[in-house]
């Protein structure tokens, strides 16, 4: 499953191996030359037993990543330095 969320490409699509579904969350963003560059890759979570568990972990993966990792404006300060004397 893929959306967006913001201006993260979001994929959120599960594994089936063995019987079981393995959760995977990768987020991703545009590049100014428009290939997509991965922020974060979960790899496989703990297995579940259906698609919809799989979904809803994953799903609340995305969203504590995204809290934890808000977005500056286009044009903010790109060197991670704030303050800095010229």
């Given at each position: ?39 974060y ?46």
């Open positions: 499953m893929h959306f967006k969320e913001g201006d993260w490409d979001v994929d959120i699509t599960p594994d089936f191996a063995l019987g079981l579904y393995f959760p995977h969350v990768r987020i991703s963003q545009r590049s100014t030359d428009g290939s997509l560059v991965t922020f890759d979960s790899g496989h979570l703990n297995p579940f037993e259906t698609a919809e568990e799989a979904f809803c972990v994953a799903e609340q993966s995305v969203a504590q990543w995204i809290f934890r990792h808000p977005r500056k404006e286009p044009g903010a300060d790109k060197s991670g330095a704030a303050g800095e004397a010229a």
